[in-house]
């Protein structure tokens, strides 16, 4: 099997994205700041910064592939400090998308919904992208530069648009949230925002399988959109959790969410469908698979 780079593979995505290519049989370059849990021989972990180029060339030698997920991916951050984000996001995809030229590695790249900023729904690829985010338009930024480097020097890219993956391994986000407020507080809970958020929440096995159905199959220079195709408002969430735990607790909200948060979302996901690849989980029994890895940490 050919040797693969995975970008950012100790987080959430790339930690199951590198188990489930070294499963295919793959050799996986990791490549992170941070280090890795993962133990395996044909896996070799590189501690290493996006932002710097030279060590990214050496590490990325003979990888005919690149997936790149490593990124700041916190919207609040990316408002205290938009420039460190931009570095890490725009400058650090541009990084990797310029070595792999050298390296004629494919690359897919892990975009995400804020591109968009507050769209018609069902959201296509084909929509302008006008992010309300500092985050949005650095990760927005890349998927120029894929769609860039794929029209003015031929490299195989292809960009796939992020829903809101949850799931086992993800100590953040609205699920993970309110569980541990739950677990200080059985009958009261705190809801940032009005809870008539409404998103759509993709699971992260589902998520994994469209990285490699794009890999396999996606069309170079083309976007793809990764979610549920279905929207689920916080409400809704937090009334699964609570059934999850067999409580019901008296909701109170916040009345505001945080600076650059896109309040709703819904993808049309016919273009990667089309493919061959289809989400299996639904967001209840995601929820309870989160819940069952919550219970073990």
């Known amino acids: 099997m050919s040797k693969i780079m ?27 700041l941070k280090p890795s849990s993962l133990t395996d021989r044909n896996f070799r972990l590189v501690r290493g910064d996006i932002l710097d180029i030279e060590k990214l060339r050496e590490s990325m030698k003979d990888c005919k592939s690149v997936f790149h997920l ?3 991916t916190k919207v609040p951050e990316s408002t205290k400090n938009p420039l460190s984000d931009f570095k890490t996001n725009s400058e650090g995809a541009f990084n990797v998308l310029s070595v792999a030229k050298e390296h004629n590695a494919k690359v897919i790249y892990a975009s995400t919904s804020t591109v968009y900023g507050s769209a018609e729904m069902p959201t ?25 480097f794929n029209s003015t020097f031929g490299l195989d890219t292809i960009v796939l648009r992020i829903f809101n993956a949850y799931g086992p391994g993800n100590a953040k986000g609205v699920m993970y949230d309110l569980f541990k407020k739950l677990e200080l507080d059985t009958k009261h809970l705190e809801i940032i925002g009005n809870g008539l958020q409404k998103k759509d929440y993709v699971y992260i096995d589902d998520t994994v399988e469209a990285f490699m159905i794009a890999y396999g199959k996606g069309v170079s220079g083309e976007a793809y959109n990764v979610g549920s195709g279905i929207s689920t408002t916080v409400n809704e969430i937090a009334e699964i959790i609570s059934d999850t ?25 016919s273009k990667l469908k089309r493919l061959g690849w289809t989400p299996e989980i639904s967001i209840k029994e995601g929820i309870e698979k989160l819940y069952e890895w919550m219970q073990l940490i």
């Open 6 to 32: 995975v970008t950012g593979c100790s987080g959430f995505i790339g930690t199951h994205l590198t188990k489930r290519l070294l499963e295919s049989g793959f050799h996986v370059i990791g490549y992170d």
């Open 70 to 72: 490593a990124a700041q």
């Open 124 to 148: 296509k690829e084909s929509h302008p992208m006008r992010p309300i985010s500092f985050y949005g338009a650095s990760k927005a930024a890349g998927d120029m530069y894929c769609f860039a």
């Open 245 to 269: 735990l067999g409580i019901c607790p008296k909701a109170t909200y916040t009345g505001e969410s945080w600076i650059g948060d896109v309040e709703s979302s819904l993808p049309d996901i």
